[in-house]
């Protein structure tokens, strides 16, 4: 677009997209929390930011959205399980998107997939303040993300392809769109670290939707496409490498971090409640245990929020075998205590409940923290072929979702529903 146009459009262009609001009203938004995960032994963690596909416009939960339909198209070519949070405001743009991954603890997650460009498309942002703008944000990003996490730009949707653009100022919005992602793909193929996905033209419904989950689907498969690969263990983990919590920040930072999160949740201390006592009590006949506890760090002490089958509410931190559950986001499986010089002079291996079997997933807060566990215990030693992982995640996920219930998850807010639909 020649520049002299573009600048004196960019007033009309930006009355024009504030006059479309009232056009959105009354499009299905997600109404759930912004994630969404499918069932695995392991899992993987995204991050998705940005307007447009992330959204969720002509659907009513995330899981029908980008967030749910990424996690399954990820799981059905890695066989792991995926957890995908979602921050999304229709009207983000480029220079605004730090403002809100500032708070989104991204040392946490494996990828971090950006859908940006709508709005900026919508305003006429130029292709140099594009490029300086992108640059910003994936240095930032970079920053701080764990060593090996990948960053992806999904490229800007043909504008076209949504009624609302079929207009003479929509078509030069979709005319900027196809410039700014020339400059993207252009921008990622010489940077390492970041890789651009162009979206396809899907159907869009004439029923005034703008969106169905057919489209989210069809886009999330192209992006696990450029995943699924780079995501594999092997690959995004260099051999000695500390797990994803210890990379960028110290114990003491951790520590700080994980009581400043208790704090926020209101939990310590507090009497047993039957909805996590419910999720406790299934976990330990589920996976043929004599003990279950969702056990929470604090300080030099686990404080049992929920348990059965043990006789006690806490014990040192010195003996807790969570304490190395929550260092890694996956479960920890220990068949046999006594074989395991981590905790075969363990205080409850030797004496006392005498354990030998432990099984753990981390309990995360709403801000990234792993605060505690969902943990099976038993005397009896066992293959770990024999347990059932995937089982275990899902409970912990359960009662994680019970846990956050009441609070808003640290900024991963939904959408606003004022903006441009992508």
Request: aromatic share 6%.
């Amino acid at each position: 677009m020649h520049e002299i146009l573009r600048w004196t459009m960019v007033p009309v262009m930006r009355a024009w997209v504030t006059n479309l609001d009232r056009k959105f009203l009354g499009i299905p938004l997600p109404l759930d929390a912004p994630q969404a995960h499918s069932p695995g032994r392991d899992s993987d963690r995204i991050l998705i930011v940005g307007g447009g596909p992330a959204v969720g416009w002509g659907v009513l939960s995330h899981t029908l959205a980008l967030p749910g339909s990424l996690a399954r198209a990820l799981t059905a070519r890695t066989g792991r399980g995926a957890d995908v949070d979602v921050i999304a405001k229709s009207s983000m743009t480029v220079r605004a998107a730090h403002r809100y991954i500032d708070f989104a603890n991204l040392w946490r997650y494996d990828a971090v997939v950006l859908t940006l460009g709508v709005g900026d498309a919508g305003q006429l942002t130029s292709t140099r303040a594009w490029q300086q703008e992108l640059a910003r944000l994936v240095d930032r990003i970079e920053r701080s993300t764990s060593v090996g996490t990948e960053i992806y730009l999904a490229g800007i949707v043909p504008l076209a392809s949504i009624p609302v653009f079929q207009t003479p100022l929509g078509a030069m919005a979709g005319a900027q769109g196809v410039a700014l992602n020339s400059v993207s793909a252009q921008y990622c193929a010489a940077r390492e670290g970041i890789t651009f996905v162009r979206l396809p033209t899907t159907p869009v419904s004439r029923s005034g939707r703008f969106r169905s989950a057919t489209d989210y689907e069809v886009w999330a498969e192209t992006l696990a496409a450029r995943m699924a690969a780079v995501l594999e263990p092997d690959r995004r983990s260099p051999e000695g490498l500390a797990g994803p919590e210890v990379q960028s920040r110290t114990s003491e930072e951790i520590e700080e971090a994980r009581h400043r999160a208790l704090m926020a949740l209101n939990l310590i201390d507090t009497a047993p409640e039957e909805r996590f006592d419910r999720i406790v009590a299934l976990a330990s006949s589920s996976l043929g245990t004599s003990a279950a506890a969702f056990t929470v760090l604090d300080g030099n002490r686990q404080w049992h929020k929920s348990v059965v089958g043990l006789g006690v509410t806490e014990i040192p931190r010195s003996s807790s075998f969570c304490t190395v559950t929550v260092l890694e986001p996956a479960a920890l499986v220990v068949p046999d205590a006594l074989l395991d010089d981590r905790f075969r002079n363990n205080p409850l291996v030797v004496s006392g409940p005498q354990l030998r079997f432990y099984a753990g997933f981390p309990i995360e807060s709403p801000s990234g923290e792993r605060i505690g566990a969902l943990c099976v215990y038993d005397q009896e030693p066992r293959a770990e072929r024999d347990v059932d992982v995937v089982l275990l995640r899902e409970l912990a996920l359960l009662l994680q979702n019970e846990l956050w219930h009441s609070v808003s998850p640290t900024g991963l807010d939904g959408a606003d529903g004022a903006g441009l639909p992508g």
